[in-house]
T-cell receptor, first 110, second 113 residues
Framework: EAAVTQSPRSKVAVTGGKVTLSCHQTNNHDYMYWYRQDTGHGLRLIHYSYVADSTEKGDIPDGYKASRPSQENFSLILELASLSQTAVYFC?????????FGPGTRLTVL | AQSVTQPDARVTVSEGASLQLRCKYSYSGTPYLFWYVQYPRQGLQLLLKYYSGDPVVQGVNGFEAEFSKSNSSFHLRKASVHWSDSAVYFCVLSLDSNYQLIWGSGTKLIIKP
């Protein structure tokens, strides 16, 4: 049974619209992360959280908000989606030195 | 600035042949290094990791990697590849206790029958 799940698995959004990507973990891990992956590139950190009700900015937070309402759930919010935010988004949870990744969400902004 | 470079975007290897995927990092401190694999239409999985000690570390599925401080490298190797090894491989550098990761751009491994 998958320990980190993401929904939706794919989404098409319109420019200027609001998008919410959801992540749920059953690992009971404190740390959770949101990354984006652009074609031909590695992952870049957007936001992370180490406790419920608190989030931290990663390397590329502009245009994104995050929400951690509980230990299990971590959301990524695009208030005004833009073409440049078309990418695959990965959520991960962490215990000690290992991160466990979800299957990813493919977001296309038109 | 810290960075990870994987100079080969694609590597093609015949099934049963040996493999080396190259990784160079830039970091003045003590690096924590990882290799992750991304199979088609799946998430990412940890292959192996290096913190200190023996520069050769063993991972899953017969993979190993060798750390070289003098060369700032962490190359991934496998003695004999299988078609199921087809995937994208990422070299990753961790800098701090939050384990925020710096990712290489990835190398796509293609296995020829």
């Amino acid at each position: 049974e998958a320990a980190v799940t993401q929904s939706p698995r794919s989404k098409v959004a319109v420019t200027g619209g609001k998008v919410t990507l959801s992540c749920h973990q059953t690992n009971n891990h404190d740390y959770m992360y949101w990354y984006r992956q652009d074609t031909g590139h590695g992952l870049r950190l957007i936001h992370y959280s180490y406790v419920a009700d608190s989030t931290e900015k990663g390397d590329i937070p502009d245009g994104y908000k995050a929400s951690r309402p509980s230990q299990e759930n971590f959301s990524l919010i695009l208030e005004l989606a833009s073409l440049s935010q078309t990418a695959v988004y990965f959520c991960a949870s962490r215990i000690r030195d290992e991160q466990y990744f979800g299957p990813g969400t493919r977001l296309t902004v038109l | 600035a810290q960075s990870v470079t994987q100079p080969d975007a694609r590597v093609t290897v015949s099934e049963g042949a040996s493999l080396q995927l190259r990784c160079k990092y830039s970091y003045s401190g003590t690096p924590y290094l990882f290799w992750y694999v991304q199979y088609p239409r799946q998430g990412l999985q940890l292959l192996l990791k290096y913190y200190s000690g023996d520069p050769v570390v063993q991972g899953v599925n017969g993979f190993e990697a060798e750390f070289s401080k003098s060369n700032s490298s962490f190359h991934l190797r496998k003695a004999s590849v299988h078609w199921s090894d087809s995937a994208v491989y990422f070299c990753v550098l961790s800098l701090d206790s939050n384990y925020q990761l710096i990712w290489g751009s990835g190398t796509k491994l293609i296995i020829k029958p």
